[in-house]
């Protein structure tokens, strides 16, 4: 503060001080050229009034020796016939100088010259005398700049004087300008004394205190919230930064045998080195989404690690660790049951679908046969492809080994279940169109075929009249290959977007029943992605048709 005081008053008495000087010098320089003038010009007026009346033999050396103007006399044809200063037969012809030139002409000249060499002015006035003659006086002073040179030395000294005297004076002032500053209570910044122009300053700090205050409190407030939540989680909870533990519940602890105070501020493998939990902290840290199962115990948990963002920038993870033990056990439950349930009910089915057609073969009543007969072999129909449906999820869900994997053309799969749905579409009212580019993955191809099948003949039954369908197949810009069915169909809300691949889900119940779907299309599609690697991604709304982008 002292510093920018300083050179900032040093600065401005400078100005002052030269421009001053420069004004001064300037104004007094100007008036004294004024008189100098009017001195030259009397002075040759003097001159030509006792030449003309006395003649030319009073004008000798004493006569010039008594001004400090330098006298000329020059002839009619530019000689020069007297110089008070100079020898006048050594001196050149005068008859072209300006002076001499406007004084024949007018009777009367008055110039100036300036010398840059000598930085000198030179005031010359030229008179004509009676005879024709022309008396010329002369007066050479300092220029200006001349006058201002000579004197800089007392403007150095000046300014040198007031800043000695300036800097004293900043250095006293900024101490007493500093002082109450230094001595303030910030605690209680109202209750300090000092000058009026801090008042507003020490308002502000006595505001910008309360809202600290109140924001700390809500920050304490919200920690209690956090850890009465995540304290008494069932599920544990991890919260790290990109290198050490910040946050680990009671759950965490009692799951990975460890102490907050072992974990905290310490790297994730003090709550422990399983590769399956580093590996999930890692992929979230770059930014993915993670999900791996660990066995723990005798018991199974899930680890769902999600990345932190902060200004678009990961910042840390979130690690959330799931018991599924029981639920992995009811799943195992159902996969049996389903395998159990498709082989006990095919033989009952074949049976149903045998008698449909003796019925239809004309021998029951005939007035009874077609509507009997037709139902019948409706459901039966229908019936065994459920059972088809639940071998297939039972396979997929087995991570069945024995489905062969080899190159497979998708556009080539594409085609053929365009030519095998071509008749539905036609029924339906639908128009389907395939496109696109020759894309060969290492697939299952009878998985790949139900896939894409199960899409398209969604596609096809929750369309609208007149609607279309369209298979599209390419690669995205990282190489991976693309298969989307886009409909025009209902639409599915978003709601249940991220439930119709659940087995049996069915968005319009009384639609599916008509259309005779087994609720089971759809997570065939789900587990045969899971055994491909697969990405499902889903865009629809009600109205506006679904698309359906399988990522392999």
């Not at 406007?102 to 009367?108: L, T, W």
């Not at 300014?159 to 300036?166: D, G, K, N, R, S």
């Not at 057609?357 to 029951?364: A, G, L, S, Y």
Request: net charge negative; glycine share 6%; aromatic share 6%.
């Amino acid at each position: 503060m002292r510093k920018k005081v300083f050179h900032h008053a040093g600065a401005l008495v400078i100005v002052a001080i030269v421009l001053t000087f420069l004004t001064m010098s300037w104004a007094m320089y100007d008036n004294t050229a004024d008189q100098l003038r009017a001195s030259v010009k009397n002075e040759c007026e003097y001159y030509r009034y006792f030449l003309d009346k006395m003649g030319e033999t009073y004008l000798d050396r004493a006569a010039g020796r008594i001004t400090t103007s330098r006298v000329t006399l020059i002839d009619t044809d530019g000689t020069v016939l007297f110089d008070s200063m100079e020898d006048a037969s050594k001196m050149g012809n005068h008859a072209e100088r300006p002076e001499v030139v406007e004084a024949e002409k007018n009777g009367e000249s008055n110039i100036s010259r300036y010398s840059e060499t000598l930085s000198s002015k030179t005031y010359y006035t030229a008179l004509r005398l009676e005879n024709g003659k022309i008396i010329r006086v002369s007066l050479t002073t300092d220029s200006v700049f001349g006058v201002m040179l000579r004197n800089v030395w007392l403007i150095i000294v000046l300014i040198a004087a007031v800043l000695v005297v300036e800097l004293m004076l900043v250095s006293h002032m900024t101490k007493k300008l500093v002082q109450p500053i230094n001595e303030i209570d910030l605690g209680h910044p109202l209750e300090n004394k000092t000058y009026e122009e801090l008042s507003p300053l020490l308002g502000r700090i006595h505001q910008q205190q309360k809202q600290i205050q109140q924001q700390m409190e809500e920050l304490r407030h919200n920690q209690e919230e956090y850890l009465a939540i995540t304290e008494y989680m069932k599920d544990g909870l991890i919260v790290t930064n990109q290198s050490v533990v910040l946050s680990i519940n009671r759950s965490a602890q009692e799951l990975f045998d460890v102490t907050a105070e072992e974990c905290i501020n310490h790297n994730i493998v003090t709550v422990s080195r399983n590769e399956k939990l580093k590996e999930a902290l890692d992929e979230a840290l770059q930014g993915n989404s993670k999900e791996r199962m660990l066995e723990m115990n005798g018991r199974v948990y899930q680890i769902l690690a999600n990345p932190v963002r902060v200004d678009d920038e990961v910042s840390g993870a979130v690690i959330l660790v799931l018991d599924v033990t029981e639920k992995q056990k009811a799943e195992v439950m159902r996969r049996e049951f389903s395998a159990n349930v498709s082989h006990e009910l095919k033989t009952p089915l074949m049976s149903i679908s045998g008698y449909a057609e003796i019925i239809e073969n004309h021998m029951v009543k005939p007035e009874d046969i077609p509507k009997f007969a037709g139902r019948i072999h409706s459901e039966a129909s229908r019936l065994s492809s459920l059972v088809e449906d639940i071998i297939k999820l039972s396979r997929l869900d087995e991570s069945d080994q024995s489905i062969p994997m080899e190159e497979v053309d998708l556009m080539q799969i594409c085609r053929d279940v365009e030519g095998h749905l071509s008749m539905r579409a036609k029924e339906q009212k639908v128009k389907m169109k395939v496109c696109g580019e020759s894309c060969r993955i290492k697939g299952a191809r009878q998985v790949l075929y139900e896939m894409i099948y199960n899409l398209c003949d969604n596609a096809i039954k929750y369309n609208k009249g007149e609607g279309e369908v369209e298979i599209v197949v390419s690669r995205s810009r990282n190489g991976r290959a693309i298969v989307s069915v886009a409909d025009t169909g209902i639409g599915i809300a978003k709601e249940d977007q991220e439930r119709i691949f659940e087995r049996f889900y069915r968005v319009d119940k009384s639609h599916s029943r008509e259309t005779g779907g087994t609720g089971l299309g759809l997570s065939i599609v789900k587990h045969g992605a899971i055994l491909h690697d697969a990405k499902i991604k889903i865009e629809s709304a009600l109205g506006a048709g679904t698309k359906i982008i399988l990522e392999f």
